[in-house]
């Protein structure tokens, strides 16, 4: 398999050399800014690998990424929507606007070296496993290219990078979009790493996030158990209910919960404890008929044991709207860039720790997948890009930052995404999404197109933030 995947890869560079013969003045401009950047770039992700922010807390990162903006030219508004770490930076004026998201939060207990072997950056603390170091730097290096184009005068329009904090957790592109941030963009681009290159037709699941709170009455466990009323009873039949409705809710439903609060020791009667619970769908509507099953469940819990109970909304995101036409663009501009290469060394790499990991190394895939048919209920994860592309036609890349097949959210993919592995991947991101934003800005059919198939996709729906009341949960600390 590793060795097809190479040859592969060396197919697609003959043809993709083939192919630029032919990229036009703009795009070839964006290209040559790409690697003019690269080593600014690629040292801006290195330093947010570095700094591993979780949540909310990423101000290192979002300083990094905003000065550099600065230093470029662009307008930057720091501490958007309420949050500390969230910003946009513009350049240019008028329409179109054209937006393009930039991540930067990491994961909690996922330190790791840049090796292949299992060791820890330093014990407990956070890591990139899911490349958001390299996330946000590729999509304000092609948001630079764009800017360079609009200052020669090349393109007009207005080009707008969003430092979006806190994917992972906290939801913060829902904070700001509540705040109107995206509703006036033609469209709007993004990525993630991922362990292929290819235009995303996968849509996400919807998410409603839930703390489910009882509270009774504490009295010794042994001398007077009847004086008190347990919340703990009640949160142990909650799970319970839930685990009984799984039969009953449909295959794309998923949910899973934590105790976060269960009583401190066992001699007394807890008088708090509280349920976190996720609940999953394929499309939001799904998702909130099952909330509204939860609350019930809730409540009879709470009867049962005699005590109280409170349903809070932590927040929730929408499923990612795809959009074929953008993809298309997308996937022809990948094409133009080209596959990935990769060196001995990093196909080394890229064994050694699959292998340390414990799965079958299958190499690197470096070349571009073709365009795949709309999948919109497909099973997988939740991501707060959901939430925009409801708002504005939202085109999604995925590009190859780890060995084929590896295991997100895990060590693996923090370990590639501080080398040359998740550096390729990057460049790649941004000269895709760069060359596709010249397409953008210089057709307006495109953009019809674009905005018409978002129409017909999102129908009758009118989003409305899952949030609840007050501001963001920014930490005080």
């Given at each position: 398999m590793r060795k097809i995947l190479f040859l592969g890869s060396i197919l697609f560079a003959i043809c993709s050399l083939a192919q630029n013969t032919s990229v036009s003045p703009n795009k070839s401009s964006v290209l040559k800014s790409v690697e003019k950047h690269q080593d600014e770039l690629t040292k801006i992700s290195d330093q947010i690998w570095g700094f591993a922010e979780i949540a909310m807390r990423e101000h290192k990162s979002a300083k990094l990424l905003a000065d550099y903006a600065e230093a470029q030219g662009f307008k930057v508004t720091r501490g958007v929507a309420g949050i500390p770490t969230a910003f946009i930076a513009e350049f240019g004026s008028g329409k179109p606007i054209i937006g393009i998201l930039g991540e930067f939060d990491a994961l909690p207990g996922l330190s790791q070296k840049a090796q292949p072997n299992k060791e820890a950056l330093l014990a407990g603390a956070p890591g990139h496993g899911c490349g958001h170091n390299m996330f946000g730097t590729a999509s304000l290096g092609a948001a630079v290219s764009i800017k360079e184009l609009i200052a020669a005068g090349k393109l007009k329009g207005t080009i707008r990078f969003y430092g979006t904090p806190a994917e992972e957790d906290l939801a913060g592109?829902?904070?700001?979009?509540?705040?109107?941030?995206?509703?006036?963009?033609?469209?709007?681009?993004?990525?993630?790493?991922?362990?292929?290159?290819?235009?995303?037709?996968?849509?996400?699941?919807?998410?409603?996030?839930?703390?489910?709170?009882?509270?009774?009455?504490?009295?010794?466990?042994?001398?007077?158990?009847?004086?008190?009323?347990?919340?703990l009873d009640a949160a142990e039949l909650f799970a319970q209910g839930i685990n009984y409705m799984r039969e009953h809710v449909k295959p794309s439903v998923r949910m899973h919960y934590v105790f976060t609060k269960a009583g401190k020791v066992p001699n007394v009667i807890p008088d708090e404890a509280a349920v976190w619970l996720w609940i999953r769908d394929s499309k939001r509507s799904g998702v909130v008929e099952v909330a509204e099953r939860m609350k019930d469940i809730a409540k009879g819990a709470a009867l049962m044991a005699g005590v109280t109970s409170e349903v809070r909304l932590n927040n929730g995101l929408y499923e990612l709207l795809v959009n074929e036409t953008g993809a298309k663009t997308l996937q022809n501009n990948m094409n133009l860039v080209g596959p990935v290469t990769y060196t001995k060394d990093e196909l080394d790499f890229a064994d050694k720790i699959m292998k340390e990991y414990g799965l079958e190394s299958k190499g690197i895939?470096?070349?571009?997948?073709?365009?795949?048919?709309?999948?919109?209920?497909?099973?997988?994860?939740?991501?707060?890009?959901?939430?925009?592309?409801?708002?504005?036609?939202?085109?999604?890349?995925?590009?190859?930052?780890?060995?084929?097949?590896?295991?997100?959210?895990?060590?693996?993919?923090?370990?590639?995404?501080?080398?040359?592995?998740?550096?390729?991947?990057?460049?790649?991101?941004?000269?895709?999404?760069?060359?596709?934003?010249?397409?953008?800005?210089?057709?307006?059919?495109?953009?019809?197109?674009?905005?018409?198939?978002?129409?017909?996709?999102?129908?009758?729906?009118?989003?409305?933030?899952?949030l609840p009341d007050g501001p963001p949960p920014v930490p005080k600390d």
């Open positions: 592109k829902v904070w700001m979009a509540k705040e109107g941030l995206f509703n006036d963009l033609d469209v709007c681009l993004d990525w993630h790493p991922d362990y292929e290159n290819k235009a995303n037709m996968q849509s996400s699941q919807a998410i409603t996030d839930f703390t489910i709170s009882f509270k009774g009455k504490s009295a010794h466990a042994a001398a007077d158990p009847w004086n008190g009323r347990s919340a895939n470096g070349v571009i997948k073709p365009l795949e048919k709309t999948n919109e209920t497909a099973p997988g994860g939740s991501t707060d890009v959901g939430d925009v592309s409801y708002i504005v036609p939202e085109i999604t890349l995925l590009a190859t930052t780890a060995p084929f097949e590896a295991p997100w959210h895990s060590w693996v993919v923090v370990a590639c995404g501080g080398m040359s592995i998740g550096h390729k991947g990057l460049l790649f991101a941004s000269k895709s999404l760069g060359t596709t934003m010249v397409d953008l800005f210089e057709n307006e059919q495109l953009r019809k197109d674009i905005k018409a198939e978002f129409l017909q996709r999102k129908g009758k729906e009118v989003w409305k933030a899952m």
